[in-house]
Every structure is written in structure tokens, then in C-alpha cells.
């Protein structure tokens, strides 16, 4: 296992508004890395350092061991496929595709170029486009013609930001489909910025959470539902995405607020001393739904319903705060019924409310 | 709290017939969603409603009443725009009193309103502000504060949550969602996002080239789709589409050697028997990876991918990629047999595109 | 964490200091202008404006202090000036703004024809001053002017616009109005042309009347640009010569001579050049004055956007 790409300790600011603060992250050779994050998280800003379009405040980017922070963007052969990057209206699609194989950098013989072109376009079934001019190709298209530039100079490693805009949700699809197809060809190492949990899980080996300019958890999906850092993490992971819910101690128990549920300690494994106040995280889907009046049930009102087609999703209102919880088809339930539900033990989590961090560790290995 | 009735409604702009021929009945206190890609006559069904734009032919009634002459301002209609469309002069305060003030109403009346409206949305820090100051998700939450301040008779919304970025976004549609259920106003929302649509509507308006496809509800549409469109329009990843072949006792997958039975899918007799090309749609949740004592499909996987709770695997027939489900978790590049949820088979005219059932006529 | 290398380093820097090189090499020829065809005048007249000097008998130069300018101030006829000049730039920016934007409203809608009547409209702007001047002039002679004709055609008497000092205020205010307010249309049309039609929408929605739409959106919105355009014809008519110098030659008598006149005066005919000087900074002072705080208020008035 390789390391492809290792940043450290990046630093950005732009005119007083911290970008980077402090960021570090590995990616490893032949795997895809999702970068995960809202708006504003840094993922761009990350993006652009590690391909050296912007000079860092401090810390050091490596590729492929190699120490690259001072190294122009175009010497570090990597590829960059931005929404931004737009293609060449002067040239067509077969040109804008060669662009950077004829560049004095890369400089390869003509023969070479319309092979490695044709091929290219081939991965990506554009082979009927290359003498269309750029104006008349559809979004898809040109998004192929985009990767398709990215591919042909067969780079180290790939940059993607993921379209933003929601018109672009097919293309979005279309993104993920087309780098599923060049990765299994060629096993590319990928390092792909997104906002979207689903566009994060449809295609990568690893996420990495960042938010605030720092990542805040590098794993598999598997590690980090078992293991999740903190709150941030537990707000970008899951479709519905973590539950919070306020809670206290009482009698060296932890309740949460408005309800006679009782949690003992041994039920978050080991937990660090807690300063203030706490919040009970749970993943929506070990969350048991249950009858108002049932055993040991915290009280909650049914606050909207969402249809997603194969089942349906609820927002759960109750004193501690809310939850959303996706429901099997036959469970009919309507917004204002009154539902309970459990916090099943050994499967939650105790947040530190002030830092967000997770301060239970459970003993089955999984803290 | 208002009825509305389109009749026959056609919409025109010189040669271009942005609507053609649509007819259509919201009834009170409905969520009703316009679904269709760019183009196909949503939002220009929704102007016409409002009063922003004049209809060439057919009539547009108000609880019985005919209101193709009344301007927008005459109909009790109140609407949010894609683009946000608060004044930038005015701080929020301003913006959601102005369809009070233009109309006269009494002070003492609008401030009761004002508090009203502050208090479902939770607007109390944000009324000093100016619209330039608040994210575009907090903009749009002004303008729909705005709209219902009037106590409208119709709320009419125009791709309102497309602009917003994806994490308001999804707030923003589950408080919509409540928000309509507890006022119980007469809704009309106009999207290309078949998500919104199916988490929101009561009943969903499909539309394609000025076209109405069906009228059904969310449920509805996505287990009927009456056409190949509506079927790969509704559902995100797509419905798959594969053609079918009749061989003997069976329907053939394109040119694979995978064939559909009664005996192993359930397939039913009168698709087997039908004479006409048929194509078979299934959503990737309805095909499955199998274990090999099940009946199924040896098919090569072309590849298994996501990391998620459910894995999404790819196969190839007849050239037509396509997507199942695996919910099992089990290590990369293993095989197993592909296995489709008999409950799942949609059964589509090859030539029309539309979907044929037991009950139609073959 | 290692720290950039030497070579690294030395070479961001060339590159920095390269670039600013550049930078300086493209701005020189302009700020070579500004400096010797702003800078220099400009202090070469702050420095007569504190001497008794003429431009024509160089040697007889003598220091006064601030003897110019307090001969300048306790001039009662330079005070009448300073009135005149007011009431003119009052009525111009008053009548300018009032017309230009009514006749923007009416241009907001595309209509028919409406880039032909755009353009008649822009005409009177392209004429220099000087022109207008005399163009006005002849069409307010007294006997023969089309102006006069026109009123005894219906029965008014004639009036001469020129030859008395209140007529001769508004006969170059007309004209002045008449010159300028196409730039005021200009501005006008383009800022309300430039609100979203979304803004025209939510409004009608919310039940607002055309005149409700107007005062309480269409004018709070383009507030800035409109603004800005007054500014413009303040300061403009406050430097307004050709158009005196060619209608009026500052008469009857000296009633419409304006400040900038009587510097101008004052400079080249008299050739007071330290008095000319010490009045030109005066102006300069009131006009400066005057957009600092009128600028100061449209930063305010922007700021909401």
C-alpha cells in the first residue's frame, strides 16, 4: 500500500478567510478517496494546492514521495477535472483532446497523439465526437470530452470536483458511471471532492471527511460507522445521516432530555470525563421505532414524511432534539402520529457538545 | 383554500406550443407536483396559472370560476420564483410585509401576521437583515414567509429549491413538506428533480413536450409508470431497460443466453404469448445477486461498486449497461447470479414505449 | 515540516519581483500623465493662488499670504455670483432629474419604435456646449427667435429671454436641461431596465399598483445609479462656461456670470492670475466638499446590495 499523495499541515487563508487550517491527508496509489464536505469545507481549496494553482500559507504537499510545494502545476503530471476547466471553443473535440500531449511539456510525435486519442476516446465512447465542434456537445458529452483530456496523458493521479448545481444530477450520475468504467481499466488513484454522501459511497474506496479546513476522519465506510470521530462526521455520514439527540447525566446514568430512558455507562463502553453538556448519537438505522406506549419508549411526534419511491423516510420531533429514520413501506404512519422510540445499547455514541468529539469508546474493539 | 381547474389549456409563443391541450384538476389543499425535464411546459403551465403569462386557448378557473382575464395581482395567488426575488432594498422585516402594505391592510392587523408568519419559520434575528446578507436557502425561506403571509388562496412555487445547495436543500423540502400539511394550503410546485417530487406530492403531473404523461401518485408512478419515459424519469439510479426476445417458453434477455420463464421468474403467460417486441424495465433495487441454489442468471458482474450499506453492481446484456443491488456484503469481484424480483418486471411495447399489462390487449 | 529550500525561494522571488516589474512598466505612462497634466497645474495653482501675480508681468511677483483669498471672500459681487450659480445649478439638476427619470420610466418597456425614439432622444447630448450656446441663442432672440414666434402664435406676448437678468436664468437653465437630460435617461432607462424581471413579478403577485411598484421598488433599486448620476450634473453645472460664455457672454451686464465664469474672467481678461487662482481653489473646495458628502451618502445607500 502506497502512498500516492500526502499533505501536510496545509494552510490557506483568503484576505482574512481561513481556507486550510492545519489540513493533512493520505491517498493511496490505485484507490479512490472521496473528499466529503459542505460548502465552504475546503475541498476546492484543497484541490487546487495539491495541483499547485494556489500557494499554500504553509505546509507541504508529496507526490509519490517526491516533495512538490514549490513545483509549477504543470510539472507534477497530475490530472485535473474541475467543473471550471472548460474546454476550448476554438478547437474541436479531438484537438481539445490532444491539447496537452501537444503542449512543449509533453511533446509527443503525431502518431502517438491520434493512437493515444483514439483510444482515450474509446474508454469513454466518444469516439463519434472527436471532429464535432465543442459548441454543439451536450453536458454529458462535454464532460467526457473533459475527462477524456484528463485520461489521454495518462497522469499519476486524477483531481475531480463533482458538479454542483442540482441541474446536473444526471451528469452527476453520468460522472460516477464514467469513472467506475476508467477505473476498472486502468486502476487509476483518484482523489474526488464531493458534498454528496451518495456521490462519496457510489465510487470510492475511502472517505475522507473534511469541514472547517481540517479533515476530521479518514476510512472505510465500515470504520466509520463504527468508529465515527465526531459530530461533523456523524452529520455528512448517512442517508438519513446521524442522529443527535441533547442529553445529561443524572445518577451516573445518561438520559436524554424528556425522557425516563436510562443509559447506563457501560453501554457507551469507556467514557472520557465530560466537561458540559452531551449529545447521544445513534445511526438512524439501529434506532428501534416502537409503540408510544411501549416499554422503556421515548415519546416523539412524527414531524414530515418522505416518500423515496421503495420506502419512506420520517422526521422524529421529541424533546431532545429531532431525527430522520427511514421507514419499511408497510409501516403507514402519518405526520402528528405520536411514535416511541428505543436507543439500542452498545450501538450509540456520547458527544462531546462543545468540541463534538466522541468521548464513549466501546470495548468490542469497535472504540 | 381554492379549487383549480385547467380545461383544455394550450399555451403558444408564435409557432412554439408550450402547452398543448392540458387538462387537469388540483383539488383543495392538494401538493400537486409538476414533473419534466427543461421544456416541457411546467413552468409555463405554473405562469399561466399565476397570471404571468396568457393562455391561447382553454380556460383556467378559480373554485368554478373563470380567471384567464384577472391579472396576477387580481387572483389570490401568492408565488415563489427560482431566483430569488426579494427586494434587495428592503430588510426582511419589509420584504414579507410588502404584499400587506400594497394592499392596505391595517397595521395592527399586519403585525399580528408578522408574528404569525415569524413564528413558523423562526425568523426573529434575520427581520433586521437584508437579503443580500442571508444564503440563498434562508433567501428562499423569506420569500416562501412572504408568500403565506397573505393567507393565499393557491401557493404556487417554481423550481423554488434549485438554486439552494444540496444540504439546505433537503431542510428545506422536509419543512416544506410539513409545512403544507399543517396549513393545508392549495399547493402547486413546479420541479425537474423527480426527488422533490416524490418525497412532497400528494399527486405528481408528469410532463414531456407540453404534454401531460400521467397524473398518478408518487407510489403510483414509481411501481405504474405508464410509458418507458415516466419510468426512467421517476427513480434515481434509473430503471434499466432491456430488450426482450420471445423464444419458447420464454422471453429471451436481448441476445444473452438469459431467459425469463413463468417457472423462474413468474414471468406472466400473456407476455410470453405477446406478439408484439417487447422491452423489459426493472430498477436496480429489483435485481439482485444470488447464491447459486436460487434461480438466476449466470451473467458475468462487470463490476461491484460503493461502499455503502447497499453495494451497486454492474452487468452487461445486449449492450445495455445495467445496475442491481447487492445487500450482501461480500469482497469485490466475486461473482454470484444475477436474479430479478419477479415483483419487479415492468413489461413495456417495444415499438410505442408504453407499458403493457395484463389487461391490455395484445 | 521542512521549510522551502534556498533555490526554491530565491526563485519565488524572481518570479514576484518580475511581475512587479511588469505591473509598474504598464501603469508608468499613465501615472507620467497624471503627474504632469494633473499633479503639477494643480499645485502649480495652490502656489499663485497665495502670490499677487500675473501671468503677464512674471518679474512683479509678491507674496500676500492669504490676501487673495481674503480679498475674494469679502467681494460682494463675487457673493452674487456664488447666488447665481446656485439658483442655476439647483434648477438644471432639479429639472434634469425630474424629466430624465420620468421619460426613463416610460422607455422601460420595449415598444414599437422605441430604439428610434431612444435615439432622437440621446441626440442633444452629443453637441458640445459651445454649439448648444449659440444654437440657443438664436432660437431665443428676442425678435426673430423660432422661441418667441412660437408664443405670439398663440397669443402670448414675447418674451427677451436675454436681455433680462431672471429670464436670462432660465433661458440658460432650458438650455442647459435641454443639453444634459438625455445623460440622465440614459442612466435612468439602464437601471430600471436592470431589475430582474422576477423583482416586476413577486411584486405584481403581491398585489402592488404600477405607482406602488414604482416609488416603493423601481426608484429604491436604482437609487444608487441615479445617484450617481446627480452627483455628475452637480458638479457639471457648477463648472458650466461654454454654455454662458456662447449664450450669454455672462450678460446682461455681469447678472449671469457663474464662478467659473468670473475665474475665467478674472485669469484671461484681466489677467489677476494669483486672484484667478485663489477662486478657482475656492470652487474647487466647494465642490470637493460637496461630493464627499454626497459620495458619502450613496457608500450608505449602497450598501444594503
Not at chain 3, 159 to 168: E, K, M, P, S, V
Not at chain 3, 188 to 210: L, N, Q
Amino acid at each position: 500500500m502506497t502512498v500516492m499523495l500526502h499533505l501536510k499541515g496545509l494552510k490557506k487563508t483568503y484576505s482574512g478567510k481561513p481556507a486550510l487550517r492545519g489540513l493533512n491527508l493520505e491517498v493511496r496509489e490505485n484507490e479512490i478517496l472521496a473528499l466529503l464536505g459542505p460548502t465552504g469545507a475546503g475541498k476546492s481549496s484543497t484541490l487546487l494546492a495539491t495541483a499547485g494553482l494556489v500557494k499554500l500559507d504553509a505546509g507541504r504537499v508529496h507526490l509519490a514521495g517526491t516533495d512538490v510545494t514549490g513545483a509549477e502545476p504543470a510539472s507534477r503530471d497530475l490530472a485535473i477535472v474541475f467543473e471550471g476547466f472548460n474546454l476550448l471553443p476554438v478547437l474541436n473535440v479531438r484537438d481539445n483532446i490532444a491539447f496537452a500531449l501537444r503542449s512543449p511539456a509533453f511533446r509527443e510525435d503525431e502518431a502517438e497523439i491520434a493512437r493515444r486519442v483514439g483510444h482515450t476516446a474509446e474508454l469513454l465512447r466518444i469516439s463519434h465526437l472527436l471532429d464535432r465542434d465543442v459548441e454543439t456537445l451536450s453536458g454529458g458529452e462535454r464532460q467526457r470530452v473533459a475527462i477524456a483530456r484528463a485520461l489521454v496523458r495518462r497522469p499519476r493521479m486524477f483531481l475531480l470536483d463533482e458538479p454542483l448545481s442540482a441541474l446536473d444530477l444526471k451528469l452527476r450520475e453520468g460522472l460516477r458511471a464514467e469513472l467506475r468504467h476508467i477505473y476498472r481499466q486502468q486502476h487509476s488513484t483518484m482523489l474526488y471532492a464531493t458534498h454528496d454522501y451518495h456521490g462519496a459511497i457510489a465510487i470510492a474506496h475511502r472517505i475522507a471527511v473534511i469541514d472547517g479546513g481540517v479533515i476530521h476522519q479518514t476510512g472505510t465506510i465500515d470504520e466509520i460507522f463504527a468508529r465515527p470521530a465526531d459530530m461533523t462526521v456523524g452529520r455528512l455520514i448517512g442517508s438519513p445521516s446521524m442522529a443527535f439527540l441533547r442529553g445529561h447525566v443524572t445518577e451516573g446514568a445518561v438520559s436524554i432530555e424528556g425522557s425516563p430512558q436510562k443509559i447506563s455507562p457501560e453501554s457507551f463502553g469507556r467514557v472520557e470525563a465530560a466537561g458540559g453538556e452531551l449529545v447521544v448519537g445513534a445511526w438512524p438505522e439501529d434506532i428501534e421505532l416502537v409503540s408510544p406506549e411501549a416499554e422503556g419508549a421515548n415519546a416523539g411526534t412524527v414531524y414530515a414524511v418522505d416518500n423515496r419511491g421503495l420506502d419512506r423516510a420520517v422526521q422524529v420531533n421529541c424533546a431532545a432534539g429531532s431525527f430522520r429514520k427511514v421507514i419499511p413501506r408497510e409501516l403507514d404512519l402519518r405526520q402528528d402520529d405520536r411514535v416511541g422510540f428505543r436507543l439500542p445499547p452498545g450501538k450509540i455514541f456520547l458527544f462531546d457538545a462543545a468540541t463534538g468529539r466522541r468521548i464513549s469508546q466501546l470495548e468490542d474493539g469497535r472504540g | 383554500m381554492a379549487e383549480i381547474e385547467l380545461r383544455k389549456l394550450t399555451i403558444e409563443f408564435g409557432a412554439f406550443k408550450a402547452v398543448d391541450d392540458v387538462s387537469l384538476t388540483v383539488k383543495n389543499g392538494e401538493f400537486v407536483v409538476y414533473l419534466g425535464p427543461s421544456g416541457c411546459g411546467k413552468t409555463t403551465t405554473l405562469r399561466c396559472i399565476a397570471g404571468l403569462t396568457r393562455a391561447t386557448s382553454g380556460d383556467v378557473l378559480f373554485d368554478g370560476q373563470r380567471v384567464n382575464d384577472l391579472t396576477a395581482s387580481q387572483r389570490n395567488i401568492a408565488m415563489v420564483f427560482q431566483f430569488v426575488s426579494l427586494y434587495p432594498h428592503m430588510t426582511i422585516r419589509e420584504n414579507i410585509v410588502f404584499p400587506l402594505k400594497a394592499r392596505g391592510v391595517p397595521s395592527a392587523e399586519i403585525t399580528r401576521k408578522l408574528d404569525w408568519v415569524t413564528g413558523i419559520f423562526k425568523l426573529g434575528d434575520e427581520l433586521r437583515r437584508y437579503p443580500s446578507a442571508l444564503p440563498p436557502g434562508a433567501r428562499q425561506k423569506v420569500a416562501l414567509a412572504r408568500a403565506l403571509i397573505r393567507d393565499p388562496a393557491v401557493l404556487l412555487l417554481d423550481e423554488p429549491l434549485s438554486a439552494i445547495d444540496e444540504q439546505f436543500r433537503e431542510e428545506m423540502r422536509w419543512e416544506l413538506g410539513h409545512l403544507q400539511r399543517q396549513l393545508g394550503v392549495t399547493t402547486i410546485y413546479v420541479t425537474h428533480d423527480q426527488r422533490e417530487a416524490m418525497s412532497l406530492a400528494d399527486r405528481i403531473v408528469l410532463m414531456n413536450n407540453g404534454n401531460i404523461v400521467q397524473v398518478s401518485t408518487p407510489n403510483d408512478m414509481f411501481f405504474e409508470p405508464v410509458d418507458i419515459f415516466a419510468g426512467q424519469f421517476i427513480g434515481s439510479p434509473s430503471m434499466n431497460l432491456i430488450e426482450l426476445a420471445p423464444v419458447v417458453g420464454g422471453l429471451r434477455l436481448g441476445t444473452s443466453n438469459a431467459v425469463l420463464t413463468p417457472q423462474n421468474h413468474a414471468v406472466p403467460e400473456w407476455a410470453v404469448a405477446s406478439r408484439r417486441p417487447l422491452r423489459l424495465g426493472i430498477r436496480p433495487h429489483n435485481v439482485h445477486l444470488v447464491d447459486s441454489d436460487i434461480p438466476g442468471f449466470d451473467i458475468p458482474v462487470d463490476s461491484v461498486f460503493g461502499i455503502g450499506r447497499e453495494k451497486f453492481f454492474t452487468f452487461t446484456i445486449a449492450d445495455t449497461i445495467c445496475q442491481g443491488v447487492d445487500q450482501r456484503s461480500r469482497p469485490d469481484g466475486t461473482s454470484g447470479k444475477v436474479r430479478f424480483d419477479p415483483a419487479g418486471l415492468l413489461f413495456f411495447d417495444a415499438e410505442t414505449g408504453r407499458r403493457v399489462t395484463g389487461e391490455t390487449v395484445l | 515540516m521542512t521549510n522551502p529550500s534556498h533555490a526554491e525561494h530565491q526563485m519565488q522571488m524572481k518570479r514576484q519581483s518580475s511581475g512587479r516589474l511588469m505591473i509598474f512598466g504598464f501603469l508608468s505612462p499613465s501615472l507620467v500623465i497624471l503627474l504632469f497634466m494633473v499633479l503639477y497645474p494643480f499645485l502649480s495653482l495652490v502656489y499663485y493662488s497665495f502670490y499677487n501675480f500675473s501671468a503677464l508681468r512674471q518679474g512683479a511677483m509678491k507674496p500676500v499670504g492669504l490676501g487673495n483669498y481674503r480679498f475674494l471672500l469679502s467681494d460682494t459681487q463675487l457673493w452674487e455670483r456664488f447666488i447665481f450659480t446656485g439658483k442655476f445649478v439647483f434648477i438644471c439638476v432639479a429639472l434634469q432629474m425630474l424629466i430624465g427619470i420620468f421619460v426613463g420610466y416610460q422607455l422601460q418597456k420595449n415598444f414599437r419604435g422605441r430604439d428610434v425614439v431612444f435615439t432622437l432622444l440621446m441626440m442633444p447630448m452629443m453637441l458640445s456646449p459651445i454649439v448648444v450656446g449659440f444654437l440657443w441663442r438664436y432660437m431665443l432672440n428676442s425678435e426673430w427667435g423660432i422661441v418667441n414666434f412660437l408664443l405670439s402664435s398663440v397669443g402670448l406676448p414675447k418674451i427677451d429671454w436675454l436681455g433680462q437678468a431672471n429670464a436670462a436664468l432660465w433661458a440658460a437653465a432650458a438650455a442647459d436641461t435641454w443639453m444634459w437630460t438625455p445623460f440622465i435617461i440614459l442612466l435612468a432607462t439602464a437601471a430600471f431596465r436592470g431589475i430582474p424581471e422576477t423583482i416586476h413579478e413577486a411584486a405584481e403577485v403581491d398585489g402592488a399598483s404600477p405607482a406602488y411598484k414604482f416609488f416603493r421598488i423601481t426608484l429604491p433599486i436604482s437609487a444608487p445609479v441615479l445617484f450617481i448620476a446627480l452627483i455628475l450634473r452637480l458638479i457639471d453645472s457648477f463648472k458650466q462656461y461654454d454654455l454662458f460664455i456662447a449664450l450669454t457672454g455672462g450678460g446682461p451686464g455681469s447678472s449671469t456670470e457663474t464662478v467659473s465664469f468670473a475665474v475665467a474672467k478674472t485669469a484671461f481678461s484681466y489677467f489677476y492670475t494669483g486672484e484667478a487662482s485663489a477662486l478657482a481653489v475656492i470652487l474647487l473646495v466647494i465642490i470637493i466638499g460637496l461630493s464627499m458628502i454626497l459620495v458619502r451618502h450613496l457608500t450608505h445607500i449602497s450598501q444594503r446590495f
